[in-house]
Each structure stands twice: as structure tokens, then as C-alpha cells.
């Protein structure tokens, strides 16, 4: 989609400090982080929220959490543990509408979301 802004990171349209990508996703560090280590996991196929996977997309929203797995290894938190947050619509708090995965770690986290 020409105007989303996860799709031009993907094309390479627009700068982002990619840390992971293969056919099916990209994965760049949040330029706004929460936490000491925040990465994005996108799919490369432009889906706006996760309402807008169907039944023939399992294989990629499973292939998204095994990045995941990956990507955590990668920055060296997966023992320590870390989180995943997926927001949608607007009371989720979705302000990009490409959908993505928040991998979020690098201290304990706290949690309350409301
Ligand atoms: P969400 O609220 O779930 O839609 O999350 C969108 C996330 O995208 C926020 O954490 C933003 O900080 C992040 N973000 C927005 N623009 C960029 C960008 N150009 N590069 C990297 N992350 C971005
Ligand atoms: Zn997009």
C-alpha cells in the first residue's frame, strides 16, 4: 500500500534499523522505543490490523511469532524473557495500521495496560 508507512520500511522506501528479514517479514527497531529493547516484526504483505487475516494466512501469523522466537534470541533476551504486544483498532491502541508484532524486553516489564 503506497501510503503505509510500515510498506515503504519493507520497500525500503524509508530508513529503519532493520535487525532481521525474509521472504514473508522484516523486523526493525521501534524509532520510538518502550522498553531498552523494542523491535517491530511486520509482514512484508500489507495487512492493515489483525482483523484482516483470514484462515489462509495461518502459516504467516505463526511464521510472525516464530521470528519472534529468533529475533528475542538474537538480541539476547529470550532467557531473561521478554513480551509481544499486537495492538488493533483504535481502543487496542493501534496507531500504524500495517500489521506487526511489539517485541518488547531488556528489564522487567510491568503490567497494566488500561
Ligand atoms: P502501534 O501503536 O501498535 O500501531 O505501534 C506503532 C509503533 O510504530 C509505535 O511504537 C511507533 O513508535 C512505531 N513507529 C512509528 N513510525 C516508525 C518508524 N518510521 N520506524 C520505526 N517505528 C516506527
Ligand atoms: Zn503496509
Redesign the pocket.
Known sequence: METC?FCK?VKRE?S?KIVYEDDDSVA?????P?API?I?IVPRRHLATLLDASQSDDRLLGHLLLVANNVARQKGIAERGFRL?L?CNSEG????FHL?L?LLGGQRLSWRPA
Open positions: 508507512l520500511i524509508l529503519a526493525f527497531e521501534d524509532i520510538n518502550k523494542h517491530l504486544v495492538n491502541g493501534q496507531v500504524v506487526h511489539h
